[in-house]
């Protein structure tokens, strides 16, 4: 099967800029999820969804973040007006209704310059 | 909160030899999920190992098995026969099977010399 899709791979942006991440799950799964890593942090949890509802956005920094799930298929989060401190690599993950660990995309990386 | 600690930034280890990567747990919780995730350069991350904490048995996947220490809330990564390939990024991670997220550690990246 296809894995987890991420795109771009890489974007640099000037701060007050918009980037729109994506994430292609793998078909059938109806949990995603993203997450964040900072660099040299942990990475943390921003949100859950199931098909095209939001379980849990949690870990969302602050309303400069919107996360969406167009018909429970692919996602995408968009940050507007990014901030420097917005860094980092975007991580999105998918899975089945189990417990048997996440299948996570390659991530974006995120400059904000 | 849970928080999940990887106390080593760094790590390396000569190809054949065998490495342990150290990640400690916090969690007031008596069921729980523990993994150890691999995300090699430029490339996704990987799903290394499992283990349930009921499970008394350590889990163990070809060359890697992990040491789970319940009353210590450890949970080591024993890589044995370090290839190459084995270079990467590891990031332990925690999940509360009353919730869907996961806690990461800080990761420990593995550096394998030939």
């Known amino acids: 099967e296809a894995g987890v899709t991420q795109f771009p791979s890489h974007s640099v942006i000037e701060k007050g800029q918009t980037v729109t991440l994506r994430c292609d799950p793998i078909?059938?799964?109806?949990?995603l999820y993203w997450y964040r890593r900072v660099m040299g942090k942990e990475i943390k949890f921003l949100l859950h969804?199931?098909?095209?509802?939001?379980?849990?956005e949690s870990g969302m920094p602050n309303n400069r973040f919107l996360a969406e799930r167009t018909g429970g298929t692919y996602s995408t989060l968009k940050v507007q007006p990014a901030e420097l401190e917005d860094s980092g690599v975007y991580f999105c993950?998918?899975?089945?209704?189990?417990?048997?660990?996440?299948?996570f995309g390659s991530g974006t990386r995120l400059t904000v310059v | 909160a849970q928080t999940v600690t990887q106390s080593q930034p760094e790590m390396s280890v000569q190809e054949a030899e065998t490495v342990t990567l150290s990640c400690t747990y916090d969690t007031s919780e008596s069921d729980y999920y523990l993994f150890w995730y691999k995300q090699p350069p430029s490339r996704q991350m990987i799903l290394v190992i499992r283990?349930?904490?009921?499970?008394?048995q350590n889990a163990t996947e070809n060359r890697f098995s992990v040491n789970f220490q319940k009353a210590a809330k450890s949970f080591s990564l024993k890589i044995s026969d370090s290839q190459l390939g084995d270079a990467a990024m590891y990031f332990c991670?925690?999940?509360?099977?009353?919730?869907?997220?996961?806690?990461f550690g800080a990761g420990t990246r593995l550096t394998v010399k030939p």
């Open positions: 969804f199931v098909k095209e509802s939001k379980q849990d």
């Open positions: 078909s059938g799964h109806d949990n």
């Open positions: 991670a925690y999940r509360s099977p009353s919730r869907e997220d996961m806690r």
């Open positions: 993950a998918s899975s089945r209704q189990d417990h048997y660990g996440y299948t």
């Open positions: 283990q349930e904490a009921y499970k008394q």
